[in-house]
């Protein structure tokens, strides 16, 4: 069973930074496109970042860009989020999630193309 374990998250005040971990286990990691969701309370999951197999490619939602930066590290089966100038609305539960992909340029910012998903850490932003 595909195994993925965050760490990372916390309690920090706006313009701090963060960076959200996320391992997989028993996953042929370089293979798989990974991405980065968010749930705040009373609201839908949203996407925030996505990665393709190698890296090369990668795209953010229009709230985070510039903020935020997404990057691997396949020999560690580690894919990171990192998160500066952080502000209240980002406050949510932060998952990680990965997509099986044939193609090594694709990414995905549909929460319905990943398989595996996250714990879910929370990141609260305190104004």
């Known amino acids: 069973q595909v195994q993925l374990v965050e760490s990372g998250g916390g309690l920090v005040q706006a313009g701090d930074s963060l960076r959200l971990s996320c391992v997989a286990f028993?996953?042929?990691?370089?293979?798989?496109?990974m991405g980065w969701f968010r749930q705040a309370p009373g609201k839908e999951r949203e996407f925030v970042a996505t990665?393709?197999?190698?890296?090369?490619?990668?795209y953010y939602a229009d709230s985070v860009k510039g903020r935020f930066t997404i990057s691997r590290d396949n020999a560690k089966n580690t894919v990171y989020l990192q998160m500066n100038s952080l502000k209240p609305e980002d406050t949510a539960v932060y998952y990680c999630?990965?997509?099986?992909?044939?193609?090594?340029?694709?990414?995905?910012?549909?929460?319905?193309?990943?398989?595996?998903w996250g714990q879910g850490p929370q990141v609260t932003v305190s104004s």
């Open positions: 999630a990965t997509s099986p992909s044939a193609s090594s340029t694709s990414y995905s910012t549909r929460a319905n193309a990943y398989d595996y």
């Open positions: 990665i393709s197999w190698s890296g090369g490619i990668t």
């Open positions: 028993r996953l042929t990691f370089s293979r798989n496109v």
